[in-house]
């Protein structure tokens, strides 16, 4: 076994086991944690010894509730690396799990947001439990739904992708698998045992993919119905709309409860970042992976240099009076060409693969 403060790693009877270490922070993800890890899932890929990486949270109450925006908000404010460091290295795990060529099961039973759903979301499975949360929130903290949302978020069953990007609506297991966030719902109580049997297969009986399907059928089970899946037809239409103030009109016509509800939950996000998130998902629909995590990089660097972020964390994280003052503060005065402007390249600083 080798293991930091932070990150735990054990291989056992063919199996890789990662394990988030910080469950007072909702193990949320650290720069030093991303470096443990990335070098350690290359490994496993290359060692023929191991046939499937598990990667599961600390405690009971999170998977991993996001990466570490605090530490970068406060680097940004001190003018240091980490607002390029963090976010390059965030994204190289994402495609390594994404490329990943062996069973990679992610425990997601607890909290499940941003740089969690990054850890997550990529893999061959993403087993739900009792407790699991899932979201990606980043338009509220004045951000964007990145780590790989560019690609995912706008392959999701009709316009749940676009639903999710624009209003941070957070998911339990049924909604999460409705989604295709998650493959599998496994009651937190048998989560042990699955973890234990994942642990006993015999390798030699079937292919690597096919033992684990096996095993994690034997616990599956039924997670109860989908509240979103009522609201589809909803969805559907008016997060069809053409731009976001087009979804918000959509909404308010509807008539619906349940709509305006998710209409007043968009208004109160960051300006900027709802109209960059809905070019976002328009261009990533046509992207290629890798394309994808370069748009990523680029709109990350565009947002450290911008002003909602740090005022977002600040309102979020750091006061948390949860009262924004976001720079424009309306949807009009977001122009295209300050939309377009998160998308431009940067030349040698552009995100790269080894």
């Given at each position: 076994?080798?293991d930091?403060?932070?990150?735990?790693f054990?291989?056992?009877?063919g199996?890789g086991?990662?394990?988030?270490?910080?469950?007072?922070?909702l193990?949320?993800?650290?720069?030093?944690?991303?470096r443990?890890?990335?070098?350690?899932?290359?490994?496993?890929q290359?060692d023929?010894?191991?046939?499937?990486?598990?990667?599961?949270?600390?405690?009971?109450?999170?998977f991993?509730?996001?990466?570490?925006?605090?530490?970068?908000w406060?680097?940004?404010?001190?003018?240091?690396?980490?607002?390029?460091?963090?976010?390059?290295?965030?994204?190289?795990?994402?495609?390594?799990?994404?490329?990943?060529?062996?069973?990679?099961?992610?425990?997601?039973?607890?909290?499940?947001?941003?740089?969690?759903v990054?850890?997550?979301?990529?893999?061959?499975?993403?087993?739900?439990?009792?407790r699991t949360?899932?979201?990606?929130?980043?338009?509220?903290?004045?951000?964007?739904?990145d780590?790989?949302?560019?690609?995912f978020?706008?392959?999701l069953?009709?316009?749940?992708?676009?639903f999710?990007?624009?209003?941070?609506?957070?998911?339990?297991?049924?909604?999460a698998?409705h989604?295709?966030?998650?493959?599998d719902?496994?009651?937190?109580?048998?989560?042990?045992?699955?973890?234990?049997?994942?642990?006993?297969?015999d390798?030699?009986?079937?292919?690597?993919?096919?033992?684990?399907?096996?095993?994690?059928?034997?616990?599956?089970?039924?997670?109860?119905?989908a509240?979103?899946?009522?609201?589809?037809?909803?969805?559907?239409?008016c997060?069809?709309?053409?731009?976001?103030?087009?979804?918000?009109?959509?909404?308010?016509e509807?008539?619906?409860?349940?709509?305006?509800?998710?209409?007043?939950?968009?208004?109160?996000?960051?300006?900027?970042?709802?109209k960059?998130?809905?070019?976002?998902?328009?261009?990533?629909?046509?992207l290629?992976?890798?394309?994808?995590?370069?748009?990523?990089?680029?709109?990350?660097?565009a947002?450290?240099?911008?002003s909602?972020?740090?005022?977002?964390i600040?309102?979020?994280?750091?006061?948390?009076?949860?009262?924004?003052k976001?720079s424009?503060?309306?949807?009009a005065a977001?122009?295209?060409?300050?939309?377009e402007?998160?998308?431009?390249?940067?030349?040698?600083?552009d995100?790269?693969?080894?």
């Open positions: 076994m080798s930091s403060e932070d990150v735990l054990e291989a056992k009877h199996v086991i990662i394990t988030l270490n910080r469950p007072k922070a193990n949320a993800l650290t720069l030093d944690m991303i443990a890890i990335s070098p350690q899932l290359a490994a496993w290359e023929s010894r191991i046939k499937a990486v598990l990667i599961r949270g600390a405690g009971e109450r999170a991993c509730a996001g990466g570490d925006v605090r530490a970068v406060e680097a940004g404010r001190r003018g240091d690396r980490l607002t390029e460091d963090f976010f390059r290295e965030e994204y190289q795990i994402n495609r390594l799990i994404h490329v990943f060529a062996k069973p990679y099961v992610a425990l997601i039973d607890g909290i499940t947001m941003g740089g969690g990054g850890l997550s979301v990529h893999g061959s499975h993403r087993v739900a439990g009792d949360l899932v979201a990606m929130p980043e338009v509220g903290i004045g951000l964007f739904p780590v790989g949302g560019t690609y978020l706008p392959r069953p009709g316009r749940l992708g676009l999710l990007a624009l209003t941070g609506w957070r998911l339990h297991a049924a909604d698998i989604c295709g966030v998650a493959t719902y496994v009651p937190s109580e048998r989560t042990d045992a699955l973890t234990d049997a994942l642990l006993s297969i390798w030699s009986k079937d292919g690597a993919e096919a033992l684990v399907d096996r095993v994690i059928d034997g616990f599956r089970a039924d997670p109860g119905p509240e979103l899946a009522g609201h589809q037809p909803l969805i559907d239409h997060f069809s709309a053409r731009s976001v103030e087009s979804i918000l009109h959509a909404l308010d509807s008539g619906d409860e349940w709509g305006a509800k998710v209409a007043r939950i968009i208004r109160r996000q960051s300006p900027t970042s709802l960059v998130t809905f070019a976002q998902l328009e261009k990533g629909a046509a290629d992976f890798d394309q994808a995590m370069i748009q990523e990089y680029r709109m990350s660097q947002f450290m240099a911008g909602d972020f740090y005022e977002g600040r309102a979020v994280l750091v006061d948390k009076d949860n009262q924004p976001w424009p503060d309306d949807l977001v122009t295209a060409e300050a939309v402007g998160h998308f431009r390249a940067l030349g040698e600083r995100l790269a693969f080894a």
